[in-house]
């Protein structure tokens, strides 16, 4: 029995380290989701997406898949020029998470809560909702 019961908690250890491992690399991922973002990377953000990625845009009903995400950055670059974008991690569970984030345009801001789906590295959804048109509540 005593030998039963410390496998069953090396295998429990082991489980939640992978799970802390994945929540880390997920944030990892993320971190660099928004440096390419902010830099309107094309290259980093095409890496970091699934191919089967599903990005939606909940204020204006839109959902976009990789292909269509990657084109809309030739317009994203001109509005994210002199912006800043600050995130901060709300919680991550089940693969999934949320993320709280401040996009400091030059002429305004937007305080956004955006969820991720984090698979293998790669971002398989995403969904972006305003939640404010100032950042205070940041």
Same mark, same amino acid.
């Given at each position: 029995?005593?030998?039963?019961?410390?496998?069953?908690?090396?295998?429990?250890?082991?489980?939640?380290?992978?799970?802390?491992?994945? &929540? *880390?690399?997920? +944030? @990892?991922? %993320?971190?660099?989701?928004?440096?390419?973002?902010?830099?309107?990377?094309? $290259?980093? =953000?095409?890496?970091?997406?699934?191919?089967?990625?599903?990005?939606?845009?909940?204020?204006?009903?839109?959902?976009?898949?990789?292909?269509?995400?990657?084109?809309?950055?030739?317009?994203?670059? &001109? *509005?994210?020029? +002199? @912006?800043? %974008?600050?995130?901060?991690?709300?919680?991550?569970?089940?693969?999934?998470? $949320?993320? =709280?984030?401040?996009?400091?345009?030059?002429?305004?801001?937007?305080?956004?809560?955006?969820?991720?789906?984090?698979?293998?590295?790669?971002?398989?959804?995403?969904?972006?909702?305003?939640?404010?048109?100032?950042?205070?509540?940041?």
């Amino acid at each position: 029995m005593h030998r039963a019961c410390r496998k069953l908690l090396l295998a429990t250890a082991l489980l939640l380290s992978a799970i802390v491992d994945a &929540g *880390a690399d997920d +944030g @990892a991922v %993320i971190d660099r989701w928004y440096a390419a973002l902010l830099a309107a990377d094309r $290259t980093e =953000l095409s890496a970091l997406l699934a191919d089967d990625v599903r990005m939606k845009l909940d204020d204006i009903g839109v959902v976009q898949d990789k292909q269509e995400f990657i084109a809309s950055i030739d317009e994203w670059q &001109g *509005a994210v020029a +002199g @912006a800043a %974008i600050r995130h901060r991690i709300e919680k991550s569970e089940n693969g999934e998470t $949320t993320v =709280l984030a401040c996009y400091d345009f030059p002429e305004n801001d937007t305080l956004m809560r955006e969820t991720f789906t984090v698979v293998g590295g790669h971002i398989t959804a995403s969904t972006q909702t305003a939640i404010a048109h100032d950042c205070s509540a940041y």
